[in-house]
């Protein structure tokens, strides 16, 4: 769980809700996870209600915003942060922002446990990568001793 404060940290002290903001890595990260994986916040959107550098009033035009931009349904997925998404790449941004629900947001699914699912249900894929590079390594170890054992040789 100390992964999950952490996240919540994060929020809480560094995000800023801006798309095209790319100098804070955290923001960044934040909006590139909502944005990629259609969820928001680690838990849900109520983690944004202690976001101290989150500015939600008059945000995106609107009165006080209840979840960031980032949070709101895309008409389609982009490759984001290579094209950072406009206001019109939202299905439904002013109502998503002041009011959201399930047919405009994904204001109640939470990354954390979105990316973990992701990452379990890839398990044999990631299984099959780790040792992939066990084998690559146990060569490197053999060859590396026959090398020395030529060179003793010699």
């Known amino acids: 769980m100390k992964l999950k404060s952490f996240l919540m940290d994060t929020i809480e002290q560094k995000y800023t809700g801006i798309l095209n903001e790319t100098g804070e890595s955290f923001n960044l990260a934040w909006n590139f996870a909502m944005i990629t994986y259609e969820c928001c ?8 209600e202690n976001a101290t550098k989150w500015n939600r009033i008059n ?10 931009i980032a949070c709101c349904k895309l008409k389609s997925i982009p490759t984001y942060p290579d094209t950072i998404p406009t206001l019109d ?8 922002l002041d009011g959201p ?3 405009n947001s994904n204001y109640m699914k939470g990354c954390y446990s979105t990316i973990k699912d992701k990452i379990l249900s890839q398990g044999t894929l990631v299984l099959g990568i780790g040792i992939g590079i066990g084998v690559v390594q146990l060569f490197g170890i053999i ?3 026959c090398l020395i054992r030529a060179i003793k040789d010699d």
């Open 41 to 48: 916040g680690a838990n849900g959107y109520k983690d944004f």
């Open 101 to 103: 629900d399930a047919t």
């Open 143 to 145: 060859f590396a001793c």
């Open 59 to 68: 945000y995106y035009g609107v009165g006080t915003a209840k979840v960031p």
């Open 89 to 96: 790449s939202f299905k439904d941004p002013t109502n998503c």
